[in-house]
């Protein structure tokens, strides 16, 4: 073979490389202050290129996203990609354990794969209360077109992003909880920032008599499970945090803080109005949030009268176990999602970790097995990258299981080792009157059992991974447990934390420790070369790269 035969050969083998990397969607981000009224008054919120919410994610499976966020905030700022597995690269998670906080008048990039999902998820800012103030926004993962979806092509796709909200700023309700004191009940509810009371605004959506429409919904709040639903319109569930679900109807779905859905709409009522509606549930007083979808040409008001949410927690627990996970769909490869048999999984660890709450040193923490986190000025993952968490934090300060009384908190930097590639049980127990509600960065797992009362090894005969929805929150009822199974197969530093933002702040959440023992490029990225330093490790010399 001639040389030019040879050299035309590599060049085309080149090509072919770089043809065949996964397609790479850039974003460009402003984030500033500005006036926003979510309960119709005005007051400062955070704003992404002037938008709130945010501007939306609109990605497809192996897509590469590459985010550049300039911070033009007077405060330290870091984006979560709530739900994004972010394979084998916490560094990119955008958690106070695993990244330094861009500073004021900075900008740093974000690079990740949405590798292997499909779904409907969400971004919020993770500093302090920023998340009360905004800069949240959509993260669609669409599936890749030669992946079938178990449902026909809808006639457009929309975002209703709710939440509960407070008229006070965000920087006030830091204060409130720095002093001792609770945030207290929200003032409202808004859906895509906005609460149309009367009826007098403008329509989010419009919709085509006779069309199916996606409508993917997130709970974007801070602490309130909010009842979604549609005046004489049934949802129709076809997917949730990843996986297909089989697509049973309902009038109203609960969707607790941090939850995503979608659902299909069909517009085959009378062409006119209809209000979309969020309440709060679990609450003495119940707080309403609306917004109008419209027919095309459709002629009159919505209704006043809206539908009534369901009451009692019981309702809420019976819905979450009607879930099924549509084991004949093809997620975001092309085959089935799967089944498993729980009595072939080698459990190697139960963990067990109970909530608290309680006054240490006259202020209000809470606190997960008796311990309340305590954010490090160096990021977790990077002190051990680094080699010197020993200077930073210790392991396993709480135990598998809680202790006997959880009245006395500690308070402490919370990070548990788990041993890579082991199949863990999780036991969520929560002896308080409110729902709690969980999620655990960088993972899917099996949630595969929400009930009252107490956990005893003897209940995981009831388990049903045949019924088991892949997922990243998880809610627990009031005086009850959930169950969640998961392989710790993502090497890294990943957060586990109560989606209520007072309960984290005030310490319900800790950090799981993901070792791979190759210390190998197979496993884990190495350090982003533009990756931002601080604290112990700002003028260290830097480790040595994995291998390959």
Same mark, same amino acid.
């Given at each position: 073979?001639?040389?030019?035969?040879?050299?035309?050969?590599?060049?085309?083998?080149?090509?072919?490389?770089?043809?065949?990397?996964?397609?790479?969607? *850039?974003?460009? /981000?402003?984030?500033?202050?500005?006036?926003?009224?979510?309960?119709? &008054?005005?007051?400062?919120?955070?704003? +992404?290129?002037?938008?709130?919410?945010?501007?939306?994610?609109?990605?497809?499976?192996?897509?590469?996203?590459?985010?550049?966020?300039?911070?033009?905030?007077?405060?330290?700022?870091?984006?979560?990609?709530?739900?994004?597995?972010?394979?084998?690269?916490?560094?990119?998670?955008?958690?106070?354990?695993?990244?330094?906080?861009?500073?004021?008048?900075?900008?740093?990039?974000?690079?990740? $794969?949405?590798?292997?999902?499909?779904?409907?998820?969400?971004?919020?800012?993770?500093?302090?209360? $920023?998340?009360?103030?905004?800069?949240?926004?959509?993260?669609?993962?669409? !599936?890749?077109?030669?992946?079938?979806?178990?449902?026909?092509?809808?006639?457009?796709? *929309? /975002?209703?992003?709710?939440?509960? /909200?407070?008229?006070?700023?965000?920087?006030?309700?830091?204060?409130?909880?720095?002093?001792?004191?609770?945030?207290?009940?929200?003032?409202?509810?808004? +859906?895509?920032?906005?609460?149309?009371?009367?009826?007098?605004?403008?329509?989010?959506?419009?919709?085509?008599?006779?069309?199916?429409?996606? *409508?993917? +919904?997130?709970?974007?709040?801070?602490?309130?499970?909010?009842?979604?639903?549609?005046?004489?319109?049934?949802?129709?569930?076809?997917?949730?945090?990843?996986?297909?679900?089989?697509?049973?109807?309902?009038?109203?779905?609960?969707?607790?803080?941090? $939850?995503?859905?979608?659902?299909?709409?069909?517009?085959?009522?009378?062409?006119?109005?209809?209000?979309?509606?969020?309440?709060?549930?679990?609450?003495?007083?119940?707080?309403?949030?609306?917004?109008? +979808?419209?027919?095309?040409?459709?002629?009159?008001?919505?209704?006043?009268?809206?539908?009534?949410?369901?009451?009692?927690?019981?309702? !809420?627990?019976?819905?979450?176990?009607?879930?099924? /996970?549509?084991?004949?769909?093809?997620?975001?490869?092309?085959?089935?999602?799967?089944?498993?048999?729980?009595?072939?999984?080698?459990?190697?660890?139960?963990?067990?970790?109970?909530?608290?709450?309680?006054?240490?040193?006259?202020?209000?923490?809470?606190?997960?097995?008796?311990?309340?986190?305590?954010? !490090?000025?160096?990021?977790?993952?990077?002190?051990?990258? *680094?080699?010197?968490?020993?200077?930073?934090?210790?392991?396993?300060?709480?135990?598998?299981?809680?202790?006997?009384?959880?009245?006395?908190?500690?308070?402490?930097?919370?990070?548990?080792?788990?041993?890579?590639?082991?199949?863990?049980?999780?036991?969520?127990?929560?002896?308080?009157?409110?729902?709690?509600?969980?999620?655990?960065?960088?993972?899917?797992?099996?949630?595969?059992?929400?009930?009252?009362?107490?956990?005893?090894?003897?209940?995981?005969?009831?388990?049903?991974?045949?019924?088991?929805?892949?997922?990243?929150?998880? $809610?627990?009822?009031?005086?009850?447990?959930?169950?969640?199974?998961?392989?710790?197969?993502?090497?890294?530093?990943?957060?586990?934390?109560?989606?209520?933002?007072?309960?984290?702040?005030?310490?319900?959440?800790?950090?799981?420790? &993901?070792?791979?023992?190759?210390?190998?490029?197979?496993?884990?990225?190495?350090?982003?070369?533009?990756?931002?330093?601080?604290?112990? &490790?700002?003028?260290?010399?830097?480790?040595?790269?994995?291998?390959?």
């Amino acid at each position: 073979m001639g040389r030019g035969v040879v050299v035309a050969l590599m060049l085309c083998l080149m090509g072919a490389a770089v043809m065949g990397e996964d397609p790479y969607l *850039y974003f460009t /981000w402003n984030v500033t202050y500005g006036n926003i009224s979510p309960l119709g &008054v005005n007051q400062q919120g955070i704003l +992404i290129n002037g938008q709130f919410p945010g501007p939306e994610i609109n990605s497809t499976s192996n897509n590469n996203v590459v985010v550049n966020v300039f911070n033009n905030l007077d405060e330290p700022l870091l984006f979560t990609w709530h739900g994004v597995q972010q394979r084998k690269n916490s560094w990119q998670d955008g958690t106070l354990g695993t990244q330094c906080p861009i500073a004021p008048g900075t900008n740093y990039t974000y690079k990740f $794969q949405v590798k292997d999902q499909i779904g409907s998820f969400f971004y919020y800012p993770t500093v302090g209360l $920023q998340r009360a103030a905004g800069g949240f926004g959509g993260l669609r993962i669409n !599936s890749r077109l030669l992946i079938p979806v178990p449902y026909a092509d809808p006639e457009d796709e *929309y /975002w209703v992003l709710i939440g509960d /909200w407070y008229g006070k700023s965000h920087k006030t309700l830091q204060g409130l909880l720095e002093s001792g004191r609770s945030l207290g009940r929200p003032d409202g509810v808004h +859906i895509n920032g906005k609460n149309d009371v009367d009826g007098s605004g403008k329509a989010l959506y419009t919709m085509k008599l006779g069309k199916t429409y996606k *409508y993917r +919904i997130c709970n974007v709040g801070l602490k309130d499970t909010l009842n979604f639903r549609i005046q004489g319109h049934p949802l129709k569930l076809v997917e949730t945090e990843g996986s297909h679900t089989v697509q049973n109807i309902y009038d109203s779905l609960d969707v607790h803080v941090g $939850q995503c859905f979608s659902v299909l709409v069909t517009a085959d009522k009378e062409p006119k109005s209809y209000y979309m509606v969020a309440s709060t549930r679990f609450t003495k007083k119940v707080l309403t949030g609306k917004g109008i +979808i419209s027919y095309t040409n459709g002629v009159g008001p919505a209704s006043p009268q809206i539908p009534d949410a369901p009451v009692g927690w019981a309702w !809420s627990l019976n819905q979450f176990r009607s879930f099924r /996970w549509n084991l004949t769909a093809s997620a975001a490869r092309p085959n089935p999602q799967g089944s498993y048999h729980y009595g072939q999984i080698n459990i190697t660890r139960t963990i067990k970790l109970a909530n608290s709450v309680s006054n240490v040193n006259g202020k209000l923490r809470y606190a997960i097995n008796g311990v309340s986190h305590v954010e !490090s000025e160096t990021p977790l993952k990077l002190a051990e990258y *680094y080699g010197i968490s020993d200077k930073v934090f210790k392991y396993n300060i709480i135990n598998d299981e809680p202790p006997a009384s959880l009245d006395n908190i500690k308070l402490a930097t919370n990070v548990l080792n788990a041993t890579f590639r082991t199949f863990i049980e999780i036991i969520f127990e929560n002896p308080t009157k409110t729902i709690q509600t969980y999620n655990l960065n960088g993972y899917s797992f099996f949630a595969v059992a929400v009930e009252p009362g107490k956990w005893t090894p003897e209940k995981r005969k009831n388990y049903n991974l045949l019924d088991a929805i892949s997922r990243h929150t998880v $809610q627990v009822y009031p005086k009850s447990w959930a169950a969640i199974m998961l392989t710790f197969d993502n090497a890294g530093m990943w957060n586990l934390r109560s989606e209520n933002s007072e309960n984290r702040y005030l310490g319900q959440q800790l950090y799981i420790s &993901v070792l791979s023992p190759e210390h190998s490029l197979r496993d884990e990225y190495n350090l982003p070369e533009t990756q931002l330093l601080c604290g112990l &490790v700002k003028d260290l010399p830097k480790p040595p790269p994995y291998s390959s």
